[in-house]
């Protein structure tokens, strides 16, 4: 985990809205980030809402536990809830589309309630009704209730991390497939370590040659002002689809590997 990612999930500012892209056959990055996230926040007295799919929601105690914090109490007290991603994605769809009033009904007084119990401590929320969405290719579905979440969000009172099982050396992250998820959030989580970045680089430099620093220093002049600010990684591969199409795929098909490799 790098310092940018603790300091990010350790302060945790109210109406922070992280989003973290993740390659569904390896989650120990996410699982980490996760824990690390929650145990922050029940440290300084916040309650903590994990709305998520099974494996994930099995792997949360472990994961608190291992960033420093024994779940067990928090578990039986309330201050760390978890439900299932599925049955509360049913409680708010109508007709294909999440439902303002019942999101309201369902995930708004939850919210409501949690923060009469903890008061100004605030809450930290985790959720992956919105990758479940995506996953069954439902993006606009998915889009349409990140909309409700920054809308509760604008109230105040709370934090929320959300994951998208998205392989950013995969054909879905391109630029213009995870535009509207991306100006959702306020912040990108990397999707690996500083093995992610060594990757991409390896890759540019054996293919490009002297050119890959050419290519990095065009990168950085490049985004959309809506987006989040990315790392780099994810950055790159994105600029190298959008503006370098002739050799993205070779140079992110040996990231991929390095990467994987190193991993």
């Known amino acids: 985990m790098s310092d940018v990612t603790r300091e990010l999930l350790g302060e945790a500012r109210p109406q922070s809205h992280f989003v973290q892209l993740h390659d569904a056959t390896d989650d120990a990055v996410l ?53 299932d991603a599925h049955e509360t994605l049913d409680r708010l769809m109508v007709d294909g589309q ?43 579905a998915a889009i349409r209730l990140e909309e409700l979440w920054n809308a509760l969000l604008a109230e105040g009172g709370f934090k929320l991390f959300c994951a998208y ?24 989580l990397p999707a690996g370590d500083a093995a992610l970045q060594r990757a991409v680089d390896r890759a540019m430099d054996e293919v490009l040659g002297p050119r890959a620093d050419g290519v990095r220093e065009l990168s950085d002049r490049h985004g959309r002002p809506a987006w989040p600010a990315l790392p780099n990684a994810e950055a790159m591969i994105l600029w190298l689809r959008a503006y370098l199409p002739a050799y993205a795929d070779e140079i992110i098909g040996r990231a991929r590997r390095y990467y994987r490799a190193a991993a």
């Open 31 to 83: 699982l980490a980030n996760i824990g690390r996230y929650l145990a922050e926040g029940l440290v300084r007295g916040e309650v903590a809402l994990v709305i998520a799919t099974e494996g994930h929601r099995a792997g949360v105690p472990a994961a608190v536990a291992k960033a420093g914090f024994a779940p067990e109490a928090a578990l039986c007290d309330g201050q760390l809830v978890l439900l």
């Open 98 to 140: 999440p439902n303002p009033q019942r999101f309201t009904e369902v995930v708004g007084s939850l919210m409501r309630d949690l923060g009469a119990r903890t008061g100004s401590r605030g809450i930290r929320a985790y959720g992956e009704m919105v990758g479940v969405l995506w996953s069954a290719e439902r993006y606009a």
């Open 165 to 188: 099982p998205i392989d950013v050396f995969g054909e879905g992250f391109r630029p213009d497939d995870v535009d509207a998820l991306l100006a959702n959030h306020t912040h990108l």
